[in-house]
């Protein structure tokens, strides 16, 4: 999978335009099959009548991924246990109300930008744009109505022993305050080797910022799991980038050694999460970006979390300099998830692959300004295995 940029999946939404969903303007009375692997059907009606629909893409070796076309949302995904039993992995919502209603980003697309702006600003060549502060003074995950609230287009396809989706989506001049008309293709791919892939790209017609991401919620011990504390952590990262009490970088690049955000050996999450330490208190526990920049644009590993309950195991790989370990700690048992559980303090952590936050602002950290007539290209693979193998 090294390196594997679906270019000819850029060409296959206009190929395969007989089977894209622009916007579910009719309603599906019962599921359709799209593709091999894949079928569709009504997820629900937003608000301004639109229809959105739900993928449901399932592997040959029976993996399971439901998405819905808005906001590119993982509504659940499968993985196995040591005895092969599948069970759902991600947090998420029964309902498309419930997801419009006021969801924190749960399995989503984020962009223009994902993670904080600070003060909801930045400059380009000396021209100041103002965004929207949707988080206190900031700019969180591109803004009011960013790409988590999108209807994207989606078209099915299939590779090799893969299946999967691809969404596209053009983001207008000024959409959210950003500069530019930006078009962008997020591809997931769910392959017979328990792999996600997930291929975004982007070009622009005036220097923008762009920084996308997925913001899904994991719990590798299954959906009846209240907490992911005692599921280990490995980020091999000998840095991270201090925040202050708004969440946003301070702009130095601090060692992990003899910090509670070491973990480049198997940490269990809770381990050390309450500890009398700066930046836990200022992150209200880890919310955190640590830098995996080695120079390189070359797929490398950036986490491995293992659920010793379950023998659960997912492995990140990217070519993003770095990456937000999330734990959970807005949630407060106020959301009412998947099948009525409940979803309390600390029960999903994120691991979302990206640039650094606030980067327009921090011109030490790498750039993340995209310009017109380059191609915006990252990748990002989630990889699902158990200790019984």
């Known amino acids: 999978m090294k390196g594997m940029f679906p270019r000819k999946i850029s ?7 007989g089977l894209a969903i622009s916007g579910c303007r009719q309603s ?4 359709k099959t799209m593709s091999p692997g894949i079928t569709v059907s009504e997820f629900g009606v937003l608000p301004d009548g639109r229809i959105a629909s739900l993928f449901t893409v399932q592997s040959a070796s029976g993996m399971e991924m ?12 499968t993985a196995p246990n040591r005895d092969g039993k599948q069970e759902d992995v991600v947090l998420g919502f029964d309902s498309l109300d419930q997801y419009v209603d006021g969801s924190p ?50 078209t099915s396809f299939s590779e090799g022993t893969g299946h999967g989706i691809v969404f596209t989506y053009v983001s207008p001049d000024g959409e959210e305050g950003y ?56 980020i091999p990262a000998g840095h991270f980038t201090p925040i202050d009490v708004g969440f946003i970088p301070t702009g ?25 330490n700066e930046q836990l208190l200022n992150g209200l526990g880890y919310d955190h970006n640590f830098v995996l920049n ?52 600390r029960s999903g952590f994120c691991l ?8 327009p602002n921090k011109p030490s950290f790498p750039s993340t300004i995209l310009m017109p007539g380059k191609l915006y290209a990252t990748q990002t693979i989630y990889t699902f295995s158990t200790d019984a193998e």
């Open 252 to 276: 130095k690049i601090e060692s992990v050694e003899g910090t509670p955000f070491d973990f480049r050996t198997p940490t269990s999450i809770g381990a050390r999460i309450d500890q009398d």
């Open 352 to 359: 979302e692959t990206q640039h650094f936050p606030d980067s």
């Open 105 to 154: 980003y749960f399995g989503a697309i984020i962009g223009r930008y994902g993670n904080r702006i600070g003060k909801a600003q930045f400059s380009i060549d000396g021209e100041s744009y103002s965004l929207a502060a949707n988080n206190g003074e900031n700019h969180l995950h591109g803004g009011i109505a960013g790409f988590d609230k999108v209807l994207w287009d989606a």
């Open 28 to 31: 599906m009375d019962q599921s």
């Open 294 to 345: 080695d120079g390189s644009a070359n797929l490398k590993l950036a986490a491995r979390v293992y659920d010793p309950e379950s023998g659960r195991i997912m492995e990140v790989t990217t070519n993003e300099p770095g990456i937000q370990f999330y734990a959970g700690n807005f949630l407060d048992g106020t959301l009412t998830g998947k099948g009525g559980h409940i979803y309390p303090y």
């Open 11 to 17: 060409v296959l939404v206009f190929l395969l335009a």
């Open 66 to 77: 439901r998405v819905t076309n808005y906001g590119g949302i993982i509504v659940s995904l």
């Open 179 to 234: 500069p530019g008309t930006l078009s962008v293709n997020v591809t997931y791919l769910l392959t017979a080797d328990n792999r996600v892939v997930f291929s975004y790209e982007a070009t622009t017609d005036k220097a923008t910022p762009v920084n996308l991401t997925q913001h899904s919620y994991f719990n590798l011990a299954g959906p009846s799991s209240d907490s992911i504390l005692s599921q280990e952590l490995t």
